[in-house]
């Protein structure tokens, strides 16, 4: 028999809105001892759970966590981790996908900014031609995808190729608006150089996932 709900029940969480490099400076309220205990045991699970499954369903629901549980759940859990380390590593992963599901066509203009200069890692991230809204989606879930039913270390490479290619439409961006809107480009500027050193961790997470080292 179902029980019917009660009016104490928690509410269901909503997803965190932010952009591609806000995650940066997400504080979380809990014990950073205790909780980096339990968030690399998280990753540590999480990761073993997907690798270790061939049921496309279950890669499906792990791309698809934060949209149920909402990012800030997430976030709780794995957002003060160290940058280059398994937890640190997946909040990543996590946050850049719910930045293009969410402002896919902000992410998209940037891409396109970004991918004529940075050309080996367009190719590295693997957009669709051309690299509109929907192709943002399919990208940010098929990287997230391919940490769980792929080369972890690849998903890692991708999503910093991903990162570069925005951080320099940004830095496109804020050079067009240095003079219009010089605040603008400056925040602009700040949120490219953030990204960036995204990508630098991934890329580094990426190494020492292949020497067995990430944790």
């Known amino acids: ?53 061939e049921d496309p369903e279950v890669t499906r629901r792990l791309v698809k966590l934060a949209d149920k549980q909402g990012l800030d759940a997430i976030a709780e859990m794995w957002a003060e981790s160290p940058a280059r380390s398994l937890p640190g590593a997946l909040w990543r992963l996590y946050a850049i996908r719910a930045s293009a599901q969410r402002d896919p066509q902000r992410i998209a203009a940037y891409f396109k900014a970004g991918q004529a200069v940075a050309q080996v890692s367009n190719v590295v991230a693997g957009a669709a031609e051309p690299p509109g809204a929907g192709e943002m989606r399919e990208m ?14 690849v998903a890692l490479e991708r999503s910093a190729a991903f990162c570069r290619v925005v951080a320099l439409g940004q830095a496109n961006f804020a050079d067009d608006a240095e003079t219009s809107k010089p605040e603008y480009a400056t925040e602009l500027t700040r949120r490219s150089h953030r990204l960036i050193k995204t990508a630098e961790d991934l890329e580094a997470s990426a190494e020492a996932w292949r020497r067995g080292h990430l944790d």
Do not use: N, T
């Open 1 to 53: 028999m179902s029980e019917k709900p009660s009016s104490a029940a928690p509410r269901p969480h909503r997803p965190v809105q932010m952009d591609p490099a806000g995650f940066e400076s997400y504080e979380g309220g809990a014990d950073p001892v205790r909780i980096s205990e339990a968030a690399h045991l998280a990753a540590r699970a999480l990761v073993h759970q997907g690798r270790a499954s």
């Open 140 to 153: 940010a879930d098929a990287i997230l995808s391919g940490a769980f039913d792929g080369e972890f270390d």
